[in-house]
Every structure is written in structure tokens, then in C-alpha cells.
């Protein structure tokens, strides 16, 4: 599965137990009519993919979802769901108006200077 949006928020890598179970935790907000704000996480050597991207930009994260059932003190049993992230890329938002060369500054254009003021328009608009 894949999200797409906005990285809102890149969390800090966080370490767990003795054996040092790494996480790091993304969130990206979807570009939708209701906007989704999406909290991913990223584990062990996965960690390092949020190394090269920062808040603000647009990115595909191909997730996994993951769950798990955990047995209280008391005896009740309790689930828990997680979305994990495996992979993610930068989106290159084209602009619309990429293949259209730039205007070049006015001072580029010589004056006009034979110019006569008594020819007549004869456009229609």
C-alpha cells in the first residue's frame, strides 16, 4: 500500500530495550478533500530513509499495515494496529509551465521608433 502527501512531521530516532530496537516516526498530511494526517513509523535499519527529507515536501511512502493482541495485567485482551513504513520517495512536482521558455526582461527589446501615428487599426476588436 502507498500514502501520499505532505511530511508534516519527522520525529527524532528514538531507541527501545537492550537489544536497541530503533523506531522513527513520519507524519504526512494527504492532499484530499478531508485532509488525513498520517502518522507512519519507521524501524530498525528504516530509520535512516528519513535522513534525506524534511517537512514541507511531497513524498509516496509505501506502508505495511501491522497489528498485534496484548493480554493486560488484568486479563483483557487488547489490539493494536501500526502502520510501518518500507520505503520512501520524493515526488518532483512538475510546473505547469515547464516547457514554455522564460520571457526575456523588457530592457532585451529595442524601442520601436517608426511608429506612425496616422495608420489606422482596422481589427474589429
Known amino acids: 500500500m502507498e500514502v501520499q502527501g505532505k511530511i508534516k512531521l519527522i520525529n527524532q530516532e528514538q531507541t527501545f530495550g537492550n537489544n536497541g530496537f530503533r523506531k522513527r516516526e513520519l507524519v504526512v498530511t494527504t492532499d484530499e478533500q478531508y485532509p488525513q494526517s498520517i502518522m507512519i513509523e519507521f524501524v530498525q535499519d528504516k530509520c535512516d530513509l ?50 514554455i521558455p522564460p520571457v526575456p526582461p523588457m530592457d532585451a527589446f529595442e524601442p520601436a521608433d517608426n511608429l506612425n501615428e496616422e495608420d489606422h487599426d482596422d481589427l474589429p476588436f
Open 50 to 99: 528519513l535522513n534525506k527529507h524534511s517537512v514541507g515536501q511531497d513524498v509516496k511512502v509505501s506502508i505495511n499495515l501491522r497489528g498485534r493482541e496484548w493480554t493486560n495485567p488484568q486479563g483483557e485482551v487488547k489490539y493494536f494496529n501500526s502502520i510501518q513504513g518500507w520505503r520512501i520517495e520524493s515526488l518532483q512536482s512538475e510546473a505547469p509551465n515547464a516547457n
